[in-house]
């Protein structure tokens, strides 16, 4: 069983801001795998989180509009928009939508196994990008493969 603190992953998705500096090529195609991967399994956890019937209407409102800026801008950069921005508006949104789920009691454990995924892959994004990541608070608690795999996990639901 996992135990997550969702307000720990919030500022640990925080501290992966992207005040980066230029380090490499941008790998737009794979930024673009990973933005999709992201939205897809955030889908699903937020599915998981609706299921559960801890969750307000309120903050299933709230957590579907962070969930739906996800999307869009994933669907923005797969089809060639400014990249970066976009980034930017997707770690901004996954830690709203951490944050908001914080605030539910007792939610199952695998919806906090999908949350730490997508802040796992955040660095990744920057690195996409060609840029440095931030230096992270604390080392993240699973790789970048595990995180894609267990998003790949949420989206099936």
Do not use: W
Request: glycine share 6%.
């Amino acid at each position: 069983m996992h135990s997550v603190s969702f307000a720990a992953l919030a500022a640990i998705g925080t501290a992966f801001g992207l005040a980066a500096c230029q380090t490499g090529q941008p790998n737009l195609s794979q930024l673009a795998v990973d933005t999709q991967a992201l939205a897809n399994g955030l889908s699903g956890v937020v599915s998981e989180i609706e299921k559960s019937g801890k969750i307000s209407q309120t903050e299933a409102k709230q957590i579907e509009t962070y969930l739906a800026e996800v999307e869009q801008a994933a669907a923005a950069i797969k089809s060639g928009g400014q990249s970066r921005p976009l980034v930017q508006q997707i770690v901004v949104a996954v830690n709203d939508l951490a944050a908001t789920a914080a605030t539910v009691p007792d939610l199952p454990p695998d919806v906090a196994l999908g949350l730490q995924a997508a802040n796992t892959l955040l660095p990744v994004l920057e690195a996409d990008l060609g840029l440095s990541a931030a230096k992270a608070v604390e080392k993240p608690a699973m790789s970048p493969a595990m995180a894609r795999t267990i998003l790949a996990f949420e989206s099936a639901r």
